[in-house]
């Protein structure tokens, strides 16, 4: 179920612990503060709720940043539904919001909208005008009004603190493993498919175009992916990500090509998840060229994915 600040919730909502952040990503620091509000929950009997910044407060205060989402909010909804929270709720953050002083913003959001009985948060979560609110705030307002609080720690894994920034980092190198490994699955796009110049189906490879949209920009080149379909099955296959220097002019796109599949996909909303990176973007000397390339970068990726590489 999707809530919104800006519309009542439902009574049946009301009386909820939420676990509260911005959870780009939802990565295993994420999971442990939505975790721990889900057990809450359970325990007293009451529901869960995830709240989740939307735009991310980074696009209010720097519209010009570059794109930089790890996922969407249909792919946060369907993450925290997995994980077990009886709803999410979207928090619109606009400068209404921003110039909202801490302890308002409890009382307002929290108390009044929510009607919440407690919250969870990260250690390091702040929120309120100028960022001056902070765990110890929210528990000491929320007190005032029954609302209990509590924190969750970093997450470390393979001795680093997990974190949406050094999922970033990794993905712009082409480190789909560790980008893996700290968000517990692989990295990936979610969109329509949208028609193209034709060009893989003219060479034998056809491709699923897809815009990035407010995604990161993984480091670009080719990959060893999987691609999810509307009906459920996922599918092998490689892809290619950025400005196709082959092509004039240059446009950003992301092309996977599924292996052995050959269904209409246009319009339809898949979700590609990058396994392996193969090698960078290049251009080739002709399209003979380019064309026996992909055959080897088929063969490579069809190998990793069946794990025989």
Request: with cysteine; aromatic share 8%; net charge negative.
């Amino acid at each position: 179920m999707r809530l919104d600040n800006l519309h009542p919730i439902p009574e049946s909502m009301r009386g909820a612990i939420v676990a509260l952040g911005n959870f780009d990503g939802f990565h295993q620091g994420h999971q442990a503060v939505v975790g721990e509000a889900i057990r809450w929950a359970r325990a007293e009997g009451r529901r869960a709720i995830v709240a989740t910044f939307d735009p991310h407060p980074v696009r209010l205060f720097q519209p010009d940043a570059a794109p930089f989402r790890l996922t969407t909010l249909d792919q946060r909804e369907d993450l925290f539904a997995a994980a077990g929270a009886d709803a999410m709720l979207v928090l619109h953050f606009d400068r209404a919001m921003a110039t909202m002083g801490a302890a308002e913003w409890v009382e307002k959001e929290l108390v009044g909208h929510l009607g919440a009985a407690g919250v969870v948060t990260g250690q390091d979560f702040t929120f309120g005008k100028g960022r001056s609110g902070n765990p110890q705030i929210l528990s000491e307002v929320g007190a005032r009004f029954g609302l209990s609080g509590r924190t969750v720690g970093p997450v470390s894994n393979a001795g680093e603190i997990v974190s949406s920034s050094r999922i970033r980092d990794a993905l712009k190198v082409g480190d789909c493993e560790t980008a893996a490994r700290l968000l517990t699955r692989p990295f990936a796009i979610r969109g329509p498919v949208q028609h193209g110049d034709k060009l893989g189906r003219q060479i034998g490879f056809p491709t699923a175009n897809m815009d990035l949209g407010s995604y990161l920009r993984p480091h670009y080149g080719v990959y060893a992916v999987t691609a999810r379909l509307p009906d459920g099955r996922e599918l092998p296959g490689a892809a290619n990500l950025g400005v196709r220097p082959q092509i004039d002019p240059p446009k950003e796109l992301l092309e996977p090509h599924l292996f052995d599949f050959s269904e209409d996909l246009y319009g339809q909303e898949i979700e590609v998840a990058f396994h392996h990176f193969l090698r960078p973007e290049g251009k080739f000397a002709s399209l003979d060229a380019l064309k026996a390339q992909i055959g080897v970068d088929c063969e490579q990726a069809r190998n990793l994915l069946a794990g025989t590489a």
